[in-house]
């Protein structure tokens, strides 16, 4: 459906369509049936029967953005949060959105939803007021109602049948932090009741009338290539359909032949690809990961960095290990395509769908429902696309849910890296030298957060070896994971207290600062107790809008690391939801801490060997230390996302506490993958 | 392999037609629309798939339903019979116990039949006996706070 289609159908009420750039709008006039501008990013209707639906292209991987959004409608426009509703991430229903991704979805499409409902609720004020000839100021709106003395009325009497559409820009003003009464409270997560009773359809929970269930043949390594296919044993079972199809251009490690089946259940399809016998041309020599550290240096574009006197480290690629693997169902209906994918870019996911079929816009839909998790690993539409092509040859809907298999081999991973680093402090303290490269990871927090005149840094591009992108946070947690724990070196080298050291050298970022002390103070960091085996350590960092303070006591035993307890102090802004975001700060230090001491991708010739759960550790409840989180809310700044930088902190803190522990610095994530012991990092 | 013809499911006898050898995850999925029980993972490493066979928790992505015939079977959505929730989903929601949610279906059921086991889990009971359940976001610390909070509450089910 078109969007002027959707709003022809939206019957009477209100509709208010915020436009990013109020420059290329005809800012502020409202008008009726009006043009529909093209940069709309986020819409809001009230129905004639008083129903509130928002429409934001966003989507919800568990970070609780339908619950954020929400409690923002029901704030500006004063209505309880149980009356809104909230369409996501439908490319035929809602705006135009890149992705959700880098912590947005918080500092911009937030304010817009409640630019959008500010709105709404000062038309109502004027219809009012017009309806019973009163002055504007007479008229309160609470509750989904607006009052003014005997007067009462809901929202869709107030509309009286017109259809008002209203496009607004960017300067609408909104509640002050100081004035919230829904918004900055812990709304709990709306779904929530669907979600324990199982009724909540997740992307792989998808069903379709005649549904049948795809698979793929994958190549056996990355980059191999189809030699020949022999279909008729898997031909020969019922209800079975084989699909081969040779694309134009291959697919990355994928290939350029899509070879897959449709079948009545998943496991008569698991049985119909196993029944494939194919043959495959190898695939160049690959680099593994145990020498794939010598591979970024050596592919360095304008060759790597020469400086004296730098000191190694090395990151090992990791797996989003979503517990939901990428999942989608696609139904061809008159040549139009429509697609239940979980992803976070349904809006990238209909391009790829559009230029593979050679589609226009309007024939391809992309429907995101609340998804399993994505952690930035979820941007391409592999499953997809291989739904839709073996739809469109089976002639019926196809699920094309992924193994946990397929989804630890052929996703994307984060980036592996080596970073080189070197500095030097003055006795005082002060920072006097800095330089630092990172290879392959990228430049996300490459910069140091501390006062340094001169300081270097450099990020590297080269080859990778593996499929690799966006993850939490990018590359900050490997860059402040190494800054971090150097900063703890140089502090030793010059006899100074990790917390001295760094509030000296944060001198110039008030919010670093606070959340340093604050970090320290719950900690307990000046009182703590040295005792044998057991190490404290520190690290802070800013990232995405926000800023991380975290503390962390470890026990080694017998090269064995223990992560006891951690305080993480954060701060982003007006805070939106307590419980929410005190929720992502746990969990952002739960994730931090496998990447931290375990996991780690292993593949060689081409291939993960690291491919399954049994075989990919990652954290569980007995790996978890007590967490306490300590939230600074800076009602006088603009909120900022949280899913991201709180996972910045908790590996430099282990690994400086390790330092603490044992007198000597860990230069590599994971720290401690089979114990201490024998973690030595890979040959650079 | 022999066909199963029926599934004692959330107290209804299902009849089904599925080969013996499938497992009890994709017939709850796909033949009986029981969406609420997860795939994670394929190899009971995870839990997402947990069911209670007989009262005792259970991996269904390595169970052959075969395996299952006369027994009963409850999933996520036997727990809360007319829409009245148990006492442990009551607490997941009351300590907001989840994020993106995918592992709360199969953590409600294993926390169930803990409780059903020992009523009142120290912190290390509940440890041990959740151990084998992932929560990739990492919400563990409130999983735990909610299992202590439906302690005592009465394990029904």
Not at chain 1, 356 to 369: A, K
Not at chain 1, 389 to 408: H, S
Not at chain 2, 85 to 92: I, K, N, R, T
Request: net charge neutral.
């Amino acid at each position: 459906m078109r969007r002027r289609d959707f709003f022809a159908a939206l019957g009477g009420g209100i509709a208010v369509l915020l436009a990013e750039d109020a420059g290329a709008q005809q800012g502020g006039r409202g008008g009726r049936g009006g043009q529909m501008p093209q940069d709309v990013g986020a819409w809001l209707h009230i129905g004639e029967d008083g129903v509130v639906t928002a429409y934001t292209g966003k989507v919800d991987v568990g970070q609780n953005s339908r619950t954020s959004l929400t409690a923002a409608v029901a704030e500006e426009l004063r209505v309880p949060v149980a009356s809104v509703r909230f369409i996501m991430g439908d490319t035929a229903l809602t705006p135009f959105d890149g992705a959700t991704a880098g912590s947005g979805t918080t500092p911009n499409m937030w304010p817009q939803i409640r630019r959008a409902a500010a709105t709404a609720r000062e038309m109502l004020l004027d219809l009012a007021a017009q309806k019973w000839n009163v002055d504007r100021s007479s008229i309160s709106i609470a509750n989904g109602k607006a009052t003014s003395g005997s007067h009462t009325a809901g929202f869709g009497e107030l509309t009286q049948g017109q259809k008002l559409i209203k496009t607004i820009s960017s300067d609408v003003p909104l509640t002050p932090a100081t004035e919230w009464k829904v918004a900055g409270t812990s709304v709990p997560k709306v779904a929530g009741r669907e979600i324990v009773t199982g009724a909540h359809k997740y992307p792989s929970d998808t069903r379709r009338p005649g549904m049948l269930y795809g698979k793929i043949l994958y190549p056996p390594q990355f980059g191999a290539k189809l030699a020949s296919l022999d279909q008729s044993a898997a031909e020969a079972i019922p209800g079975v359909k084989v699909v081969h199809e040779i694309l134009a251009s291959p697919r990355g490690a994928f290939g350029s032949d899509v070879v897959g089946v449709a079948a009545p259940d998943s496991e008569t399809a698991s049985k119909a690809v196993a029944a494939l016998r194919a043959e495959w041309t190898p695939a160049a020599t690959q680099p593994s990961s145990s020498d794939v550290y010598s591979y970024f240096k050596q592919n360095a574009e304008g060759g790597p960095a020469s400086g004296a006197g730098l000191i190694t480290y090395t990151i090992a690629y990791l797996a989003h290990v979503p517990l939901e693997p990428r999942a989608a169902v696609a139904e061809w209906n008159e040549g139009k395509l429509t697609v239940w994918t979980g992803t976070q870019s349904p809006f990238g996911v209909r391009r790829e769908l559009m230029e593979h079929f050679q589609l226009p816009e309007e024939s391809v839909r992309v429907i995101m429902p609340d998804t399993g998790s994505g952690y930035g690993g979820k941007h391409q539409g592999d499953a997809a696309l291989e739904a839709a092509i073996l739809a469109k040859a089976a002639g019926r809907p196809v699920q094309r849910n992924w193994t946990r298999e397929e989804e630890m081999t052929w996703a994307y991973f984060r980036p592996g890296a080596v970073i080189e680093v070197a500095g030097k402090a003055n006795p005082d303290g002060a920072i006097a030298e800095w330089e630092f490269h990172n290879y392959n990871a990228g430049a996300s927090a490459l910069r140091t957060p501390y006062h340094v005149p001169n300081a270097r840094e450099q990020f590297h591009q080269t080859k990778s070896p593996l499929r690799q992108g966006s993850y939490r946070c990018l590359a900050a947690t490997a860059n402040n994971f190494v800054r971090e724990t150097y900063m703890d070196e140089l502090a030793r080298s010059i006899g100074m207290d990790p917390l001295a050291f760094r509030l000296k050298n944060a001198s110039n970022d008030d919010r670093l600062r606070a959340v340093i002390q604050a970090a320290a103070e719950r900690f307990g960091w000046a009182n703590r107790k040295k005792t044998p085996n057991h190490g404290f350590g520190m690290a802070a960092g800013f990232e995405k809008g926000g800023h991380v303070a975290t503390c962390a006591e470890i026990s080694v035993t017998n090269g064995e690391v223990k992560v006891l307890r951690v305080v993480e102090a954060f701060e982003c802004g007006a805070v939106v939801n307590p419980e929410h975001l005190r929720n992502q700060v746990e969990g952002a230090i739960s994730m931090g801490l496998g990447g931290a001491l375990f996991e780690h991708v292993e593949f060689a010739g081409g291939k993960i060997s690291s491919n399954r759960l049994s075989r990919y550790r990652v954290p569980r409840f007995a790996d978890m230390p007590a967490i306490e989180s300590v939230l600074l809310d800076r009602k006088d700044l603009p909120s900022a996302g949280a899913g991201e930088c709180p996972i910045i902190g908790i590996a430099p803190a282990v690994g400086n506490a390790i330092l603490d522990a044992t007198g000597q610095p860990v230069r590599s994530l994971p720290m401690a993958p089979q114990g201490l012991v024998r973690s030595a990092p890979g040959t650079v | 392999m022999a066909n199963i013809r029926e599934l004692d499911v959330n107290g209804t006898r299902r009849r089904i037609d599925a080969d013996a050898g499938r497992t009890l995850l994709s017939v709850l999925r796909e033949d009986l629309d029981l969406t609420g029980t997860k795939y994670g993972c394929g190899e009971g490493q995870c839990a997402a798939c947990t069911v209670l066979i007989d009262g005792q928790p259970a991996r269904s992505c390595i169970t052959k339903v075969g395996a299952v015939a006369g027994k009963r079977v409850v999933t996520i959505e036997g727990l809360a019979p007319e829409g009245r929730l148990h006492p442990v989903q009551e607490a997941f929601l009351e300590a907001d116990a989840m994020q993106c949610g995918y592992c709360t279906s199969g953590m409600i059921l294993g926390a169930v039949a803990l409780l059903r086991a020992n009523p009142n889990p120290s912190d290390a009971e509940i440890v041990s006996g959740m151990n084998g359940h992932i929560c990739r976001c990492g919400t563990y610390p409130r999983i735990i706070r909610a299992i202590h909070a439906a302690a005592g509450k009465g394990g029904r089910a």
